[in-house]
């Protein structure tokens, strides 16, 4: 396995090609500037109160299934411009616990089967209604223009502050799925070609979850084909990147693929809920092996690839596999995942562990004065020392400037204090699985969503919403005050 460097540089080099210029050689990238609806609230200690509050407002009834409730409010960041009785055409599903327990995808993934299809059950009448309430004003024949889609990883600012591991994709903590209008033909006179910010490129490429999809897509959809078993459910890799002067896409993911007949949306959705559980069990794994192998770096007592072996036998009993290929395949993934250097945050907390061998904690503390000594030179740096250290990088891998700048930014969020700055941490590895699903094609028949097309995508090292991947473009917005 190559050094990740190494590969993100290449296919930030690759995917560079997809962007229009300036006639100065700079990156353009659609931009759609969205005014928020209202101030979010989801950082209320009374939210729960809140959005029942605003439902019944609206006129939404509160659903619950003996120990899961769901209202329907609209978004406070709204991903769409377009307005429908002076309210985004964005309404969202919300759902929580006894005493408003927190239940995001991810927990609601974990629940025992029957327990999960109770709570998904009124998502799925939820997510009608408010789809139904979307139609009355646009009109039946502008379903298709209708999506449905949410997002799973939601890391906490405590857990973030101790780590300086990212967030995840999901913004608002608590568990809840997007439906909103996108007449992407509208959109196609609204966004404006500006040049961005390296942050800006490194979001919307998703390069990570570029690598991860070339490298393992294969083996990832037959892992989701296996935990599905359906025998009428096509499951398949895809990958699309494509621009023009209005849309500049990167989405990679796996396609889930109705091709018989649709399923109701309380099956799509139990289905993610499914691939979600195994894909997270296996990045949990991954996770604690990444942290015992740096805990047990230079243990004379500990074997690196004994380690790496232990990890590789509990994925593939999470798997039930005994297949030599798979084997194989989770070897590469276990080597990539091991070859990306802990958070500043993340040395920190090995060291606070007293049982750490002296070697190990001697080059924990070299790699954190290391890290401290690179973020005080950057941080010192004139406007034109920064511009000679890009113009360095650049020529020694023979990349734009802007890619150089990209490189640059993952080292200092690798490096930053996240005590400090944990709020500006986006590009380092995400405490849990993160990803995001869409129900991409579907139909209304007798009030009921038939789901033809399930899209799941990762979300690893950005966190990059479901629509700049449909539409190809840059959301940008202020928040309501």
């Not at 309430?133 to 799973?152: A, D, M």
């Not at 621009?243 to 139990?270: H, M, R």
């Not at 809920?273 to 990045?283: G, L, R």
């Not at 990088?393 to 690798?414: C, F, G, M, N």
Request: aromatic share 8%; glycine share 4%; with cysteine.
């Amino acid at each position: 396995m190559r050094e990740p460097l190494n590969l993100i540089i290449d296919q930030l080099n690759l995917l560079n090609f997809n962007f229009p210029r300036d006639k100065e050689g700079n990156i353009l990238c659609p931009i759609l500037n969205i005014p928020p609806n209202q101030p979010r609230k989801d950082s209320n200690p009374n939210f729960i109160e809140g959005i029942i509050e605003e439902a019944k407002k609206l006129g939404f009834n509160i659903l619950n299934n003996r120990y899961f409730y769901s209202c329907i409010t609209t978004a406070a960041s709204p991903h769409t411009p377009i307005k429908i009785n002076e309210m985004p055409a964005h309404l969202l599903v919300w759902w929580w616990g006894e005493n408003n327990t927190r239940i995001d995808f991810l927990a609601l993934s974990k629940l025992p089967t029957n327990e999960k299809k109770e709570i998904i059950e009124i998502i799925a009448i939820n997510t009608t209604i408010a789809l139904k309430k979307i139609l009355e004003n646009i009109g039946e024949e502008n379903f298709q223009n209708v999506e449905i889609y949410g997002l799973v990883g939601h890391s906490t600012p405590d857990a973030r502050k101790q780590t300086g591991l990212s967030r995840g994709a999901q913004s608002a903590k608590d568990g809840h799925l997007n439906i909103v209008y996108h007449p992407y033909s509208q959109y196609q006179d609204m966004v404006k070609l500006k040049t961005i910010t390296p942050e800006e490129l490194l979001k919307h490429t998703g390069i990570i979850d570029t690598i991860i999809i070339k490298q393992w897509g294969n083996f990832l959809s037959n892992l989701a084909r296996r935990i599905i078993q359906e025998k009428e459910i096509n499951i398949t890799t895809e990958l699309k990147h494509g621009s023009s002067q209005d849309q500049v896409s990167f989405y990679e993911g796996i396609k889930i693929n109705c091709y018989k007949e649709p399923i109701p949306l309380t099956k799509a959705l139990y289905i993610i809920s499914e691939i979600v559980n195994v894909f997270n069990n296996i990045y949990e794994i991954i996770q604690q092996g990444c942290e015992n192998y740096w805990k047990n770096i230079h243990n004379p007592n500990s074997n690196p690839q004994e380690l790496k072996h232990q990890i590789i036998q509990q994925i593939m009993q999470q798997i039930n596999s005994q297949n030599l290929n798979d084997k194989k395949q989770i070897e590469s993934i276990v080597d990539f995942a091991f070859s990306f250097k802990p958070t500043y945050g993340q040395i920190c907390n090995f060291l606070q562990d007293s049982s750490l061998n002296d070697k190990s904690r001697k080059e924990l503390e070299r790699l954190k004065t290391k890290y401290e000594k690179r973020r005080k030179k950057l941080s010192e740096m004139t406007e034109k020392e920064l511009d000679q250290l890009v113009k360095k990088i650049s020529h020694y891998y023979d990349i734009d400037e802007i890619i150089a700048k990209s490189i640059l930014t993952l080292i200092q969020h690798q490096i930053a204090d996240p005590s400090m700055s944990w709020k500006n941490i986006e590009f380092t590895w995400p405490p849990q699985l993160s990803l995001a699903y869409a129900i991409e094609n579907y139909d209304i028949k007798n009030d009921e969503i038939k789901v033809r097309k399930i899209t799941i995508a990762f979300r690893f090292m950005s966190n990059k919403g479901v629509f700049e991947d449909m539409a190809g473009a840059i959301i940008k917005r202020n928040e309501a005050l």
